[in-house]
């Protein structure tokens, strides 16, 4: 009988040394990095197991095509880009690896909190160009984090690590996430609200860790950033899709928010007329001293990539060998 093939679709090139560790003895693992999901037709059809980072998406008719699948892996924690529940028509199980980069998320998050709040770039960036005076006044004003409203959307496992970072730093956490249960509040020592408007009014800072669904679309959008306090600050490290970063552009324009540290988009690598990119490109616009944007690097540290392919790999062979799957989300 031929061996069982494993595909990794995208994001990881040649070098397939912590899949080959885990599943050399098992199965043939190939490499396709695809650029999109058409680089994948005629290569995936008879794949056993399939690990998707998130290069591409994997819509209904290439999930249809797959002929003897009994597992994909999302390597990574949203999964927004497979149809799962096209999968689960097809009986194929979906899962991710909700554990690798928790952490680091977190500390993008604050990271970013830290340096739109102390301004830290905005400074930076300034005197770097020679521009406005050597001087805190540039700034004013910067107020003491201790007493700051760091407002969670969504308080899972990513949403938890900020909490407690931002408590370390004296910062008065307060989440809104209708789907966590009662007492997590309690546990952790923050303040729980029971609306998305009652988070908006009371953050200075407002940090979304909810995954993408139709209810969190654009849950930052320019009605939301009415809402909040004159003077406060996005930072997005889930999805692009979460936060509309035209409305970002404008209230940054008409001072509602004093800064935003973005490390997701809609679309990545953005397009050049993105309204956000336009404007933090544009030296003379607002937005270029005063918002922060990474290439959706939160998830990122050696050790952590490593995690997440050697995890991916172990539930690939747990398929393999007629175990059940861990993590299955459809
Ligand atoms: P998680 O599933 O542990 O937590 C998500 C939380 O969001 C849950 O508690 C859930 O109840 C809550 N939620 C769902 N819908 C909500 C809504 N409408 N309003 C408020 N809360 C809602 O996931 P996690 O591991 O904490 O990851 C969170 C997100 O971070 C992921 O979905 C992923 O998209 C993103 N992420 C980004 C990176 C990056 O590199 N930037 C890396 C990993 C994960």
Not at 22 to 49: K, M
Not at 125 to 131: D, I, P, S, W
Request: glycine residues 10%; proline residues 5%; contains cysteine.
């Amino acid at each position: 009988m031929a061996r069982p093939r494993v595909v990794v679709t995208d994001f990881i090139g040649g070098d397939l040394e912590h899949e080959l560790n885990v599943l050399g003895g098992a199965a043939h693992v190939e490499a396709l990095a695809a650029a999109s999901e058409q680089d994948l037709q005629g290569r995936i059809e008879d794949a056993d197991a399939m690990m998707v980072y998130h290069c591409i998406s994997i819509g209904a008719e290439t999930i249809e095509r797959l002929e003897r699948c009994k597992l994909i892996v999302r390597c990574g924690v949203g999964y927004d880009n497979v149809d799962g529940a096209a999968a689960r028509r097809k009986g194929i199980p979906l899962a991710n690896v909700p554990d690798y980069g928790t952490e680091e998320v977190a500390d993008s998050a604050i990271g970013m909190t830290l340096s739109l709040m102390r301004g830290i770039n905005f400074l930076n960036r300034r005197l770097q160009r020679g521009r406005g005076e050597w001087s805190y006044t540039q700034i004013r004003p910067v107020h003491r984090l201790r007493g700051r409203v760091f407002g969670i959307i969504g308080l899972g496992r990513i949403g938890t690590a900020a909490a407690l970072r931002a408590k370390a730093l004296g910062m008065d956490v307060v989440y809104y996430d209708p789907y966590v249960p009662d007492g997590r509040d309690k546990s952790l020592g923050v303040r729980r609200v029971e609306t998305l408007e009652e988070l908006l009014g009371m953050a200075h800072v407002v940090s979304p860790h909810c995954p993408l669904t139709e209810e969190t679309r654009h849950i930052i959008d320019s009605s939301a950033i009415a809402k909040m306090r004159r003077g406060g600050f996005v930072v997005n490290t889930s999805r692009g899709g979460v936060v509309d970063v035209q409305a970002v552009a404008e209230a940054i324009v008409g001072g509602q928010l004093a800064g935003a540290g973005i490390d997701v988009l809609e679309t990545e690598p953005p397009a050049d007329d993105n309204p956000l990119i336009r404007a933090w490109r544009d030296p003379e616009h607002p937005a270029h001293d005063r918002v922060i944007v990474n290439p959706h690097t939160a998830f990122y540290c050696e050790e952590g990539l490593e995690e997440m392919r050697i995890k991916g790999s172990e539930n690939c062979l747990r398929v393999l060998e007629g175990r059940p799957p861990r993590n299955v989300v459809n």
